[in-house]
């Protein structure tokens, strides 16, 4: 069983940026569909951005275009979020997920996906 272990989480001040990491123990067809979603308090998860490590497509929540940007490295099995201008409301629990979907169906947030971490606190002050 493939384990996601996110890090990089954190304080910092609105305006401020954070470097979220997610280093999977494998590399295959369960985790070509890489996510980070999040949780604050009282809301329900939602899906921040994805990526397709074969095709390098991407997707993103409309709240962070322009401001978030996911990446990986295949070599090291790792996925990014790079988080810049970071605001109060980005303040949640960012987990890491994996899935086997195909590109088309990485695009989309849903259905959940089939593997994920034990999440990293993001706090932003204003």
């Known amino acids: 069983q493939i384990q996601l272990v996110e890090s990089g989480g954190g304080s910092v001040q609105a305006g401020g940026s954070l470097r979220l990491s997610c280093a999977a123990s494998?590399?295959?067809?369960?985790?070509?569909?890489m996510g980070w979603f999040r949780q604050a308090p009282g809301k329900e998860r939602e899906g921040v951005a994805t990526?397709?490590?074969?095709?390098?497509?991407?997707k993103y929540a409309d709240s962070v275009k322009g401001r978030f940007t996911i990446s990986q490295d295949s070599a090291k099995s790792t996925v990014y979020l790079q988080m810049n201008s970071l605001k109060p409301e980005d303040t949640a629990m960012y987990y890491c997920?994996?899935?086997?979907?195909?590109?088309?169906?990485?695009?989309?947030?849903?259905?959940?996906?089939?593997?994920w971490g034990q999440g990293t606190q993001v706090t932003v002050s204003s």
């Open positions: 997920a994996a899935d086997n979907r195909d590109w088309v169906q990485c695009l989309q947030f849903s259905p959940p996906f089939a593997l």
């Open positions: 990526i397709y490590t074969g095709r390098v497509t991407t």
């Open positions: 494998g590399y295959g067809r369960s985790t070509r569909c």
